[in-house]
């Protein structure tokens, strides 16, 4: 049986190579008695998606660690893009699609009141600048992992009569990747969970008992842990040890 050491989570990347880098160079060595989580939103937003992603699964393939790579609610819409078509999720600026695109055309990162050009346009609504082997990627992605230390989801576990069922119980399971809802954070007890998604400047503050006079650094409530601390939109990335609860930050 694989020993049980410590577990760093990772928060939302969000295109952001310069913050993942930084990070894991302050970061203890990782052994092979560790598990690295990554909690999904890979893309989007930030300039190097393309560059986050192969990192990512770079750092899959290469580490001594168990390494758990879950899906976030943006790979999950580029899925729906493919599959079905979304142009409600490709149209919002703020969702940084655009910055994906220029960052698989190996492109320039687009100025923010920039518009795409016709093709361009045709190749967001379409998906097609994914490449097939990123696209497969993102299918394999876990939609939550749990081991002894906490439970790990993208965005948090819906109350279902009365109750916050355990991630496995939740039908369908990509509402694991898209929930903001106040209940979860302020009203859910039992095991740890950690999770993303929701910036942690938009928490409740006044539940968080990690420096609670810094609203954008990590959250943590009553029995989950939030990590979005906004990296790729002005932020910065933050990573989670367990069991030390030791906090380390990509800024500064």
Aim: glycine content about 10%; some cysteine; charged content about 25%.
């Amino acid at each position: 049986m694989r020993p049980m050491g410590r577990t760093f989570a990772i928060g939302d990347i969000h295109g952001d190579l310069a913050c993942l880098e930084k990070l894991f160079t302050r970061l203890p060595k990782i052994t092979s008695e560790d598990t690295v989580v990554f909690l999904g939103d890979y893309v989007d937003r930030g300039p190097d998606s393309a560059k986050v992603v192969q990192w990512v699964r770079d750092f899959e393939s290469t580490s001594p660690a168990n390494v758990v790579s879950l899906r976030g609610n943006h790979e999950d819409a580029w899925l729906e893009v493919v599959d079905r078509g979304w142009a409600e999720f490709v149209f919002p600026r703020g969702n940084g699609c655009f910055e994906s695109l220029r960052s698989w055309a190996d492109g320039p990162p687009p100025a923010e009141d920039e518009l795409p050009t016709e093709s361009e346009l045709a190749a967001m609504m379409s998906g097609s600048f994914l490449p097939t082997e990123v696209l497969g990627w993102f299918r394999g992605l876990r939609h939550f992992y749990e081991n002894e230390h906490a439970i790990f989801v993208h965005a948090g576990i819906k109350r279902s009569n009365g109750v916050f069922p355990h991630p496995s119980e939740v039908k369908p399971p990509r509402a694991l990747l898209w929930l903001r809802d106040r209940d979860f954070f302020e009203n859910y007890r039992g095991k740890l969970v950690v999770f993303g998604h929701t910036t942690t400047r938009t928490l409740p503050n006044e539940l968080s008992t990690y420096t609670p006079d810094d609203p954008s650094d990590l959250w943590a409530g009553p029995a989950c842990v939030g990590l979005d601390t906004a990296c790729g939109k002005g932020g910065f990335l933050t990573a989670f040890e367990l069991p030390g609860r030791v906090v380390y930050e990509s800024r500064g």
